[in-house]
């Protein structure tokens, strides 16, 4: 079997190397795990926000909000309070760090639906990258079960005792 340039002979390394190794990835996949998560999370936001803006600024026939001026304004996750729409035109749409922008309703559907598509793309990539270290992690740890059956972990748990 030929090794590609920086690749590592997994059978070459000792017990305490491997077990090393697998906690690395180990940690890694945790990390990344969470991470897909919270793309996951922050894509669930910005389609509420388009649904938000077709039901409560455009107006929903199916909900019998179309033409309805009053709303009800989330001030917590489940505190609402009455509100009244001035103006159908325009919506403020936070854009990232605490900034606001004056959008029309298409716009900014068309923002927030971009969003949606650039998590999309990454959550893509990041699940490719959880499967390659997901399948890395597998052989390391047949290579760590081997070298356990073969003998070796005994041997070195003699060496170091």
Known sequence: ???SPGSVNLAS?????LRS???RLTSELEHLTTSHAKLRAAQAKFRDCVRSINDGVTGSESKGTTGRDEILVPLTSSLYVKGRLTDREKVLVDVGT???VEK??????AFYDDKVKGLDENLVELEKIVQAKNSQLR???EVLRQKMLSGEGADAGAQSA
């Open 1 to 3: 079997m030929e090794l």
């Open 13 to 17: 390394l000792s017990l305490p190397q």
């Open 21 to 23: 190794l697998q906690t």
């Open 98 to 100: 605490g900034f606001y």
């Open 104 to 109: 029309t309703p298409e716009k900014a559907i």
């Open 139 to 141: 052989v390391v740890e």
